[in-house]
């Protein structure tokens, strides 16, 4: 099944690529391996608020990362000439979850992202993976994460 017939399946739109909110581009190339800025969490196009174990449970930031999973292949795809099929592998996702001190499933959050990467791609999707608890993310997002990938 092809990326986009995998994206169809699972009824996933990609959205319009979101500008960037400083002093950035949302994604830059270096001979075949794009690095993709942090996206943060949206829900109805706005910031998604939270900290996570203080009024977040690890089942939102789990959605909360799969939705930013979503914008980051639209980004993707953007860099790939407007074709996912030239993706060659996903190398390495990093999360960034809003989290007390105490909170200590970033990893389990982070899974909304990397699993649906690995739906959609399939063993090209497979990566390698920072998570980290951090104080705050920008906006008060709950999630921020991070992408590169290798283009064919």
């Known amino acids: 099944?092809?990326?986009?017939?995998?994206?169809?399946?699972?009824?996933?739109?990609?959205?319009?690529?979101a500008a960037?909110?400083?002093?950035?581009?949302?994604?830059?190339?270096?001979g075949?391996?794009?690095?993709?800025s942090g996206h943060i969490a949206k829900k109805d196009g706005k910031p998604w608020v939270g900290q996570l174990g203080k009024n977040m449970t690890t089942e939102e930031g789990r959605l909360a990362a799969r939705a930013v999973a979503v914008d980051l292949i639209a980004t993707l795809q953007a860099a790939a000439g407007g074709d996912l099929n030239r993706v060659k592998r996903?190398?390495?996702?990093?999360?960034?979850?809003?989290?007390?001190?105490?909170?200590?499933?970033?990893?389990?959050v982070t899974n909304g992202a990397s699993d649906l990467i690995g739906e959609v791609f399939g063993e090209k999707g497979k990566h390698a993976?920072?998570?980290?608890?951090?104080?705050?993310?920008p906006?008060?997002?709950?999630?921020?994460i991070e992408l590169i990938a290798e283009l064919g």
């Open 90 to 108: 996903i190398v390495k996702v990093m999360s960034l979850v809003n989290s007390i001190s105490e909170f200590t499933e970033q990893h389990l």
């Open 20 to 30: 960037p909110a400083a002093s950035y581009v949302m994604f830059a190339q270096t």
């Open 1 to 17: 099944m092809s990326v986009y017939e995998k994206l169809k399946s699972l009824n996933i739109e990609l959205p319009a690529v």
């Open 129 to 137: 993976r920072s998570a980290f608890g951090v104080a705050q993310i």
């Open 139 to 144: 906006l008060g997002a709950c999630v921020e």
């Open 32 to 36: 075949n391996t794009v690095f993709l």
